[in-house]
């Protein structure tokens, strides 16, 4: 397995079409992108005038009081309100580098990365990022643009290896920080990471977030994270450096390793319920162009039923 994506592979990811069986030249717009819009493109939009109900309407845009005056079905319709600004923070910490089936999560955060952009980019969004993680580099900005520049060097970013060094969780919230200060209102800030940790820190931030964005958390999983793995007697080194002697096949060590996690996933379930946030778990042993296209429907569906 690559620890780290190749440039060229990030980009072909904009032909990505084979959940449908399409040949490879087709854009991803035809269908991911349309996914990507229907989810993501619900605020930024002016209503424009009242027509008459054609077949294909989404109903949830009916003008009732029309339609019981007239007798007859209307729709409203709506036009964008103005250009929007998409901004893909992605996690390089260390703890990135772990990958216990499939790939790497720095590969599968920077495959997800690379989706979520190019279908962006495929609905004239403009498309930037935010690096975070990687002591080498610092924090990394790349402004949203309308062509593909910005888009391109942040795939180039990601297709750099990352400092080792001890993780911080505070990295995250100073990401955010950053975020908060520097987008345009009205924007949408994917995060693609590992959120295996305390979330409570967030919410604050977040909901200062999601006050003028729309804010979209990806957790990038590896199936290891929630089941350690029966190896005996096996030595770790900590945070710190310092060397732990763990029996992975102890059942009480077993089931406080899944519990920890899992606390994690409902806190994070949680924060994101309450502050209206789509959360999209990817795991390391799936593709994740299809894990994308069923997290993206799960979160419309959701939608739908509020």
């Known amino acids: 397995m690559a620890l780290h994506p190749r440039l060229d592979d990030l980009l072909e990811l904009r032909h990505q079409a084979h959940a449908l ?55 409203k319709v709506f ?44 609905v004239q969004d403009r498309v930037g990022g935010l ?13 949203p643009t309308k062509d593909r520049r910005a888009l391109w060097r942040l795939l180039k970013a990601l297709s750099v290896p990352g400092a080792e060094g001890p993780s ?5 919230a100073r990401a955010l920080q950053h975020a908060e200060r520097g987008a345009a209102t009205g924007g949408l800030i994917l995060v693609i990471g590992d959120f295996n940790r305390e979330t409570q820190s967030l919410e604050s931030v977040m909901g200062r977030l999601c006050q003028r964005h729309t804010l979209a958390l990806i957790p990038i999983d590896d199936p290891a994270d929630r089941e350690l793995p029966r190896m005996g007697r096996a030595v770790f080194a900590g945070p710190d450096g310092e060397m732990i002697e763990v029996d992975t096949d102890d059942d009480a060590g077993q089931k406080a390793y899944t519990e920890a996690w899992e606390s994690h ?35 419309a569906r959701t939608r739908i039923l509020r």
Not at 131 to 143: E, I, P, S, V
């Open 168 to 172: 911080d969780e505070d990295r995250l």
């Open 21 to 75: 069986g399409m040949a490879s030249h087709h854009l991803v717009s035809s269908n991911f992108s349309g996914l990507y819009a229907s989810v993501f493109r619900g605020s930024g939009l002016d209503f424009d005038e009242v027509r008459e109900y054609q077949q294909g309407d989404d109903v949830r845009n009916m003008e009732w009081k029309v339609t019981a005056r007239t007798n007859s079905p209307h729709m």
């Open 131 to 143: 690096l975070f993680g990687n002591d080498d580099t610092g924090l990394q900005h790349f402004r």
């Open 265 to 299: 996933r409902t806190a994070l379930l949680g924060l994101a319920n309450r502050l209206g946030m789509p959360c999209i778990p990817i795991r390391t042993d799936e593709d994740v162009h299809p894990a994308l296209i069923r997290g993206l429907q799960h979160s």
């Open 79 to 122: 036009r964008e309100e103005r250009e929007r600004s998409v901004v893909l923070v992605v996690d390089q910490g260390p703890h990135m580098s772990f990958g216990t089936r499939g790939t790497f999560k720095s590969v599968q955060a920077a495959r997800a990365a690379a989706l979520l952009g190019w279908a962006a980019n495929a």
